[in-house]
């Protein structure tokens, strides 16, 4: 006795097509997120590193590196992402706007992958992303009021 199969064939494509399709669409969302989190947190090393040696004193340049990093990511979409400005100085670590200093940027931030929920443990699911950008101060630039 044989059952009519019929139209089988459809249902099983259907199931596997969806089967096969969603993992694939949850990876295509997930590289996208993290490739524009990388192009985000490379633009906001840039921007913070040249907004930090534009700055007149260290104090200010630390403050306006951070915003302009900041800018930098909300610019890619990612305005609520963690932030982290890390400045270090070479030769002179206590005095980056020395002539000759050579001020290097990291800046680090997580992106967060999409479609999966807390449940499944240990907060959503992220991706680590840093980036360092490196600007050397020229040995003759403006110091101060340049009326006097």
């Known amino acids: 006795m044989r059952r009519d199969e019929r139209g089988s064939a459809l249902v099983e494509l259907t199931w596997l097509g969806v089967l096969l399709l969603v993992p694939m669409l949850w990876i295509v969302l997930s590289v996208s997120q993290v490739q524009q989190g990388a192009f985000g947190v490379s633009s906001a090393a840039r921007a913070a590193g040249r907004a930090y040696a534009l700055a007149p004193t260290d104090a200010l340049g630390r403050a306006r590196a951070e ?4 800018q930098a990511l909300a610019d ?39 479609l999966l929920p807390d449940a499944l443990g240990g907060g959503a699911p992220s991706f680590a992303l840093d980036a360092s950008h490196t600007v050397p101060v020229g040995q003759y630039h403006e110091l101060g009021d340049a009326s006097r």
Request: glycine residues 4%; aromatic residues 2%; hydrophobic residues 35%.
């Open 67 to 70: 915003q302009a990093a900041r």
């Open 76 to 114: 890619q979409g990612l305005a609520d992402a963690p932030l982290t400005v890390t400045v270090t100085c070479t030769p002179y670590p206590h005095d980056c706007h020395q002539g000759t200093s050579v001020i290097t940027v990291r800046v680090a931030t997580r992106v967060d992958l999409p």
